[in-house]
Nanobody, 130 residues
Framework: QSQLVESGGGLVQAGGSLRLSCLAS????????MGWFRQAPGKEREFVAA????????DYADSVKGRFTISRDNAKNTVYLQMNSLKPEDTAVYYC???????????????????????WGQGTQVTVSS
């Protein structure tokens, strides 16, 4: 069983950067595909990025490609989301999620779907002002 704790959210001006972190408990972190999702007020939770068990594969929503980078450090049980060139439309609560998939890849519909994921963090607010 894993617990996920996000940090790094905050208020930033458009064009700025933030780095989100997600610390996972447990000793089998490398067995999990990790994802970032976000949810804006009145909208459904949407996929942002995912990373395979060893970081060898990544996948991004079209809206963040070229601006966001997902990475992980299995020795630290941590996944990161570096967000650059932020826009007001990036404003949302950002959630870290874990899906048990040993040796698993990303890039398929399943890893873009919230219901696939087994564990979720509590979320961290990101607000981008114009």
């Amino acid at each position: 069983q894993s617990q996920l704790v996000e940090s790094g959210g905050g208020l930033v001006q458009a064009g700025g950067s933030l780095r989100l972190s997600c610390l996972a408990s447990g000793r089998t972190f490398s067995f999990y595909v990790m994802g970032w999702f976000r949810q804006a007020p009145g909208k459904e939770r949407e996929f942002v990025a995912a990373i395979s068990w060893n970081g060898g594969m990544t996948d991004y929503a079209d809206s963040v490609k070229g601006r966001f980078t997902i990475s992980r450090d299995n020795a630290k049980n941590t996944v990161y989301l570096q967000m650059n060139s932020l826009k007001p439309e990036d404003t949302a609560v950002y959630y870290c999620a874990a899906h048990f998939r040993p040796g698993g890849r990303v890039g398929d519909l399943a890893t873009m779907t919230p219901s696939t994921y087994d564990y979720w963090g509590q979320g961290t607010q990101v607000t981008v002002s114009s």
